[in-house]
């Protein structure tokens, strides 16, 4: 089992910067792929970035390419959101999630963290 604790969310005016942190423990070496998601009140949750165990390989969501970046740190069992120049349309809670495959992924993720409430205010 792996547990995902997010941190790092709150409330933030329009153009402001934040950034989440997800901390994994448990059985953290079968944790491969680390990806954040979203979910706006009233929509499905989506996908927002991936990040390969290596931290080699990204991937991004359109809706925040170029605004949004995502790293980890292994030594320290932490994955990074870095968002930049947030908009109101993304405001949401975001997720951690951990897959145990080694291959970059938007479905099928195997741990979830509670999630942790963005807020950005226009």
């Known amino acids: 089992q792996v547990q995902l604790v997010e941190s790092g969310g709150g409330l933030v005016q329009t153009g402001d910067s934040l950034r989440l942190s997800c901390t994994a423990s448990g059985r953290t070496n079968s944790a491969y792929v680390m990806g954040w998601f979203r979910q706006a009140p009233g929509k499905e949750r989506e996908f927002v970035a991936a990040i390969t165990r290596s931290g080699g390989r990204t991937d991004i969501a359109d809706s925040v390419k170029g605004r949004f970046t995502i790293s980890r740190d292994n030594a320290k069992n932490t994955v990074y959101l870095q968002m930049n120049s947030l908009k109101p349309e993304d405001t949401a809670v975001y997720y951690c999630?951990?897959?145990?495959?080694?291959?970059?992924?938007?479905?099928?993720?195997?741990?979830w963290g509670q999630g942790t409430q963005v807020t950005v205010a226009s």
């Open positions: 999630a951990a897959s145990i495959w080694s291959q970059l992924r938007r479905t099928s993720y195997d741990y």
